[in-house]
């Protein structure tokens, strides 16, 4: 499960671009900010945590997801 | 650094967790333009400080002037923001007061290869123990894309409108002459390799110099047309190579693949050396001289 | 400072009674006074400062360095002093011109340190090994920008080693740069001082409350107001320094005009609100006193020659000598100049206090100049050929 914390995106796409799985995608609508923040694309995502790291803003978290669903 | 005795075993923290413990929320988020590297930088500081489990406490970031130098502002810890090119001489200070502390500059560039240069050349000489964690952009990114002493020859900016006709600098061969004993470059595409090196620059015993490139996306690559912010961190990875890779191909590479090299830049861990540091000689005189 | 780093100091420094000059007694008065860390760079004539610090300062367990240049020497000290020591510089006109940049620093970050300056003659590289006083308004006002300056200036060698202590004192009460004032003449002079047997030191205010309740650069909840307390690096208080404008936790608020106008100030009158209490003269012969003769630091030794020349001759001469130059003691020389005909000021410049003493003197008052330069001190003659 990725998390993205829309205050802290400048929707720079990194994250998007690196995944290895493909299990992000620009969102289709703008935000408030202007910028088409990333989201998930549904169950791509193995948790490696790249977009983590190499996101520059400190907006993406991933979360195992049996931990979301407690 | 204080080395560790034993080896800490690092359990897998969340990213929030790594956020929550270092970061001042309250600043955040950063002011770095979109597809800037510098926060990369932070965050592979953080983890490496995570893994090391360095005290905040007991450790100090101070910084000089310039984008980069913005860093120690997000970290809840100590932290000196000091004039342009100074940090060092005021890291000086503070080490040399309190060894105990750890003590890491975040410094730029401009800010440490220009204005700061002789700061820059002198830490290293003594060999004081300190971690400097230097972004290097091409540029003076905080003051609107002028040239700086590291711009490659050629390349634009706004104070180089035909072309910068001066040779660069770099700043890692600079820190590796200069007597540093630990000197890493890595590129920021990829987290895992520098937060290993920043870690082991933590652990060494006297001046560790990192140089992490980073794209700015805003100042240089609009000057220089590096493309989108995708093609610009493309550029970095394809235009470095492993300084093991570059030593292999120099001695028994092909003439094609040696002529490669010529517009490669070396990244990896490039130096290390045990020496004693000045913090470390300064103490041991004391104990000789005290009354 | 404890009594075992007072002994430390004292045995350090060896004999009670001492034939020294300046430079030493100002390394002699920061040992007593708690100094120990001295980062500094060569400059005629104030090397013998660091040379002695070099010297002494491993001895009691404090840190030496000689740095690339004045302007990391000045940095190291601030650095310093922002890890819990008592840390100071020493320079001439040169190094005082290359520090200033940092200087600002220190006033805008609040940071105790003391900064001897042994003046020699300028502008630039000037006369070396000649004295001078021309350095008075660059600590008043050498940096860029709004702050208020803490200058003393003795004229003896016994004097030199108590202001050092003084020096530090105040530097620790108002978290600020002191200044203090030599001249190639003072710092190469040889006096007979004794080493005080006991010795007054002042320690910063630190930080009562728990780290997150702790406001670096608001109101002093134990000292004075406008002075808030420090936490030192390494005690868990987190403190973010910075040069630019910022807000009482430190952070820069540089778009707002009143997070400016509110730390500058408060900056400022810590100092001058305690004009007063940091005005500090000497006066001689003023009860029936015509013509006053104003001097500091080495000149005033000429000026007493002209006093008493000039009272030998008639001449109803008073002598007022000012010990702190900044805050600039308004009241005295207002009081001053309602009770004299003329004043004279001596000075070895072309005039920096003369125009003090002007602005604050009564419009009746007549002000005289004796200027000179070129590294000699007045005779008490060319003193009193402007009384």
């Known amino acids: 499960m990725i998390e993205l914390n829309e205050e802290y995106c400048k929707g720079c796409n990194l994250c998007i671009v690196y995944c290895p799985r493909d299990a992000l995608e620009p969102a289709e609508e703008l935000n408030e900010k202007g910028i088409h923040p990333p989201v998930e694309v549904e169950d791509r995502c193995n948790g490696c945590r790249l977009c983590e790291l190499i996101c520059p803003d400190f907006a993406i978290t991933v979360v195992e997801k049996d931990e979301e669903e407690e | ?108 560039d401009g800010d440490c290869m220009g204005i700061g240069g002789n700061h820059f050349i002198h830490a290293c000489r003594r060999n004081i123990d300190i971690t400097v964690i230097a972004v290097n952009n091409y540029i003076y990114g905080m003051t609107g894309g002028q040239v700086a002493p590291t711009t490659p020859e050629g390349d634009y900016a706004t104070t180089a409108p035909y072309g910068n006709l001066e040779p660069a600098f770099d700043m890692s061969e600079m820190a590796i002459s200069s007597g540093a004993t630990y000197v890493a470059r890595w590129g920021v595409k990829r987290p895992n390799q520098p937060i290993n090196s920043i870690q082991e620059a933590l652990q060494n015993k006297g001046m560790s110099f990192v140089e992490m490139m980073s794209p700015c996306t805003t100042a240089y690559s609009r000057q220089n047309r590096m493309g989108s912010i995708e093609e610009f961190w493309d550029w970095y990875d394809n235009k470095t190579i492993l300084a093991e890779d570059h030593e292999r191909i120099k001695q028994y590479g092909s003439e094609e693949e040696k002529e490669e090299l010529k517009d490669k830049i070396k990244v990896g861990v490039l130096h290390k050396e045990e020496k004693k540091s000045l913090s470390e000689r300064i103490q041991e005189l004391i104990e000789e001289v005290q009354v | 400072m404890n009594e075992e780093e007072l002994n430390k100091a004292k045995k350090a420094i060896g004999e009670e009674y001492q034939f020294i000059h300046g430079d030493t007694a100002v390394a002699y008065g920061a040992l007593l006074a708690g100094c120990r860390f001295f980062g500094g760079y060569p400059i005629t004539p104030a090397s013998e400062i660091a040379e002695k610090m070099a010297k002494l300062l491993p001895k009691v367990g404090g840190k030496y360095i000689q740095m690339e240049d004045e302007l990391g020497s000045i940095a190291s000290v601030i650095g310093s002093s922002w890890t819990g020591a008592k840390a100071m510089t020493a320079t001439s006109g040169p190094g005082l011109s290359l520090m200033q940049e940092n ?55 016994q004097e030199t080693l108590n202001y050092t202590i003084r020096a530090f004192n105040l530097a620790e009460e108002y978290r600020t740069p002191v200044f203090l004032m030599l001249s190639a003449d003072l710092g190469h002079m040889r006096e007979k001082v004794r080493i005080p047997d006991e010795v007054e030191t002042f320690e910063r205010k630190r930080p009562k409350v728990p780290p997150e309740e702790y406001i670096p650069f608001g109101k002093g909840e134990y000292g004075k107001e406008k002075v808030p307390e420090f936490g030192v690096f390494g005690e868990g208080y987190h403190t973010y320094v910075t040069g630019l404008t910022h807000d009482e936790h430190g952070f820069p608020a540089t778009d707002d005009q009143q997070d400016h106008d509110k730390l500058i100030r408060r900056q400022v009158e810590k100092i001058l609100d305690d004009r007063e209490e940091l005005t500090d003269v000497e006066k001689r012969s003023l009860d029936d006193a015509d013509i006053a003769l104003v001097s500091y630091g080495i000149t005033s030794r000429s000026a007493l020659g002209a006093l008493n020349k000039g009272r030998e001759e008639g001449k109803k001469l008073g002598y007022l000598r000012l010990k702190t130059l900044w805050p600039f003691p308004i009241k005295e020389i207002e009081e001053l100049s309602k009770n004299v005909d003329k004043i004279v000021v001596a000075e070895l410049n072309l005039g920096q206090m003369y125009h003090k003493v002007k602005e604050h003197a009564d419009k009746d008052c007549e002000i005289a100049l004796a200027d000179k330069i070129g590294g000699e001190i007045h005779s008490p003659d060319e003193i009193l050929a402007e009384v």
């Open chain 3, 103 to 157: 200087i600002g620093f220190a006033h805008m970050s609040e940071t105790p340190l003391v900064l001897a300056d042994v003046q020699r003659s300028g502008p630039s590289t000037g006369q070396p090994t000649l004295g001078a006083q021309g350095d008075i308004m660059q600590t008043r006002y050498g940096s860029h920008g709004d702050f208020a300056a803490i200058t003393l200036s003795p004229n003896n060698i």
């Open chain 2, 1 to 108: 650094m204080e080395k560790k005795e034993e080896k800490r075993e690092v359990e897998m923290i969340s990213a929030k967790e790594i956020r929550d413990k270092y970061l001042r929320h309250d600043m955040m988020p950063h002011i770095f333009c979109t597809g800037c590297g510098i926060g990369n930088v932070l965050d592979y500081t953080l983890w490496a400080l995570e893994k090391e489990g360095l005290d905040m406490d007991k450790t100090v970031f101070l910084s000089g002037i310039g984008c980069s130098s913005r860093l120690p502002g997000y970290i809840d810890v100590d932290s000196l923001h000091t004039t342009h090119g100074r940090a060092l001489a005021f890291a000086t200070g503070v080490k040399i007061t309190n060894p105990e502390l750890n003590v890491i500059v975040f410094t730029g």
